[in-house]
């Protein structure tokens, strides 16, 4: 059983049009929204500059499957970024399945009374919360980091 590797992690909910930011303390106790990135040739680099802001010792970037657990055009858009943030940042990224995070982002917002329209700016980086709190609590359950490492380019 591995030790929880402490640490500030960021979790990235990849979208079309907007990046979900989150991060979580140190010890891994609680996710936090960080901010709605736009997405434009500024994402990367703001996201880096997020990871030097908040020293993070790993990302966790959401894979977009479909249910059957298939790549999806989404999945080869985000393992594009989680690609290019690998390179620009330096800092280690893991592929987390995402498939409920979205779908738990939305019910969450809608439970605490905000309307989807309202909400659209925040769902993302609720969604990335919900990401990076999944992928701390399991590798904290299994001693395994969750996911897939990005391979750093040659």
Known sequence: MGEFRR???LGIDPGRARVG??????????????ETVPRDERSVA???ELVAE???????VGLPLNMR??????TQDARELAGA????????????DERLSTVTA???????????????NVVDQVAAVVLLQHAVDSEKSTGAPAGEPVPFPE
């Not at 930011?21 to 960080?34: E, I, N, S, Y």
């Not at 657990?69 to 989404?74: A, K, L, R």
């Not at 943030?85 to 987390?96: D, K, M, N, Q, Y």
């Open 85 to 96: 943030i690998a390179v620009h940042t330096g800092v280690p990224v893991r592929l987390v």
């Open 69 to 74: 657990g298939d790549d999806t055009p989404s």
């Open 106 to 120: 939305h019910s969450a917002l809608r439970q605490s009374g905000r309307t989807q329209k309202g909400s659209r």
């Open 21 to 34: 930011v989150a991060r979580c303390d140190a010890d891994g106790m609680l996710a936090v929204p960080v």
């Open 46 to 48: 703001r996201i880096g």
């Open 7 to 9: 640490g500030v992690r």
């Open 54 to 60: 908040h020293g993070a010792i790993e990302l966790v």
